[in-house]
């Protein structure tokens, strides 16, 4: 093994230990801080210097992404005028391994002035910061990984796991679900495959290819080939309910077996209780129907109107596929 895969591992041994040890100091400080974020009433206010400020910047993003607004404020620039973005019903939660930083004294004195909640997430739980906090999060760690144990590795680390540690268990503990998570994520694939449902891509009206009973299998053909989802039809009943369905898989078998196969109609060659998914379902719910049962379309029914069980679209898998579900 050389040296350089050697130095590799160490880093992720010395980062891994460090986060472990971290479950020892999940207790009832933990759940205070996870209760008090929970409750707030404004906004959380998260401020770190350094490497700790970067991770401060990632820990708002993630906790406004998950159902807890959270902005950042650069400790420096706080008694600037940046502390005017403080409200007295914040909860302020701040991020410095050594507890020390000399520019944490505006907002540390604001905050004690104003009666606002103060959190600290640090390395040293004697620190000034810590003395401060009505709460304080240990993230203390036996070593870095950095060779000459001066570049912040393990301790960075474990700060980023204890915050996302918190913001998982606040989303938790407000019952965040992944619908909401999609409505903050509203771009790219994730937003598509959160937030479209089966209604936004399906086919309606005339595109959707339905027949009676009795419909001679001549007709059945024709509406299958010139619909816009092509080789399949839905056969109703006098009610209009779906009782039954037709595929070109069929078709292709029934040529195999008979000498004239468009006599009789389209009861004779249906399949009954054909696969079908709700309109409100997720389009992702929908392909993932599809690729269970090893399908191509769905039709969809509206289960909460007053005809439960009539077809009202079809859903084709190149749909989906188009609305970027996958």
């Known amino acids: 093994m050389s040296k350089i895969v050697q130095q590799a591992l160490r880093v992720l041994e010395v980062e891994a230990q460090a986060i472990l040890l971290l479950r020892e100091r999940?207790?009832?400080?933990?759940?205070?801080?996870?209760?008090?974020?929970?409750?707030?009433?404004?906004k959380i206010i998260v401020t770190g210097m350094g490497k700790s400020g970067q991770i401060a910047r990632k820990l708002a993003s993630t906790f406004s992404s998950t159902g807890t607004p959270a902005v950042f404020v650069h400790p420096a620039e706080s008694s600037h005028g940046d502390l005017g973005i403080v409200d007295p019903?914040?909860?302020?939660?701040?991020?410095?391994?050594?507890?020390e930083s000399p520019e944490f004294a505006g907002i540390l004195k604001f905050v004690a002035r104003k009666g606002i909640s103060l959190v600290a997430i640090t390395g040293n739980v004697n620190s000034s910061l810590a003395k401060a906090a009505q709460y304080t999060l240990n993230v203390n760690v036996p070593e870095e990984a950095c060779p000459l144990g001066l570049a912040p590795t393990a301790s960075s680390t474990a700060t980023l796991a204890m915050g996302d540690a918190l913001a998982m268990a606040v989303m938790n503990e407000k019952g965040f679900s992944s619908e909401d998570f999609a409505e903050f994520h509203p771009g790219g694939s994730l937003g598509y495959r959160l937030l479209t449902r089966v209604k936004d891509v399906m086919h309606t009206g005339d595109a959707l290819p339905t027949v009676g009973l009795?419909?001679?299998?001549?007709?059945?053909?024709?509406?299958?080939?010139?619909k816009d989802v092509r080789g399949a039809a839905g056969i109703v009943d006098q009610n209009g309910d779906l009782v039954g369905l037709i595929t070109d898989g069929q078709i292709r078998r029934r040529l195999e077996k008979t000498n004239d196969p468009l006599t009789g109609s389209a009861k004779d060659?249906?399949?009954?209780?054909?696969?079908?998914?709700?309109?409100?379902?997720?389009?992702?719910?929908?392909?993932?129907?599809?690729?269970?049962?090893?399908?191509?379309?769905?039709?969809?029914?509206?289960?909460?109107?007053?005809?439960?069980?009539?077809?009202?679209?079809?859903?084709?898998?190149?749909?989906?596929?188009?609305?970027?579900?996958?």
């Not at 419909?215 to 509406?223: A, D, L, Q």
């Not at 997720?282 to 090893?294: D, P, S």
């Open 26 to 42: 999940i207790g009832p400080e933990f759940e205070n801080v996870v209760n008090l974020v929970r409750n707030c009433q404004g």
């Open 89 to 99: 019903k914040d909860v302020v939660l701040a991020l410095s391994y050594g507890g």
């Open 214 to 226: 009795d419909t001679p299998i001549r007709e059945v053909f024709s509406i299958m080939t010139h």
């Open 269 to 326: 060659l249906m399949t009954t209780s054909p696969r079908t998914i709700d309109v409100q379902e997720l389009a992702e719910k929908a392909l993932f129907v599809m690729e269970q049962f090893q399908i191509n379309m769905l039709f969809v029914l509206d289960k909460e109107s007053a005809h439960p069980k009539r077809p009202v679209g079809i859903l084709h898998v190149q749909d989906l596929l188009r609305a970027r579900v996958r």
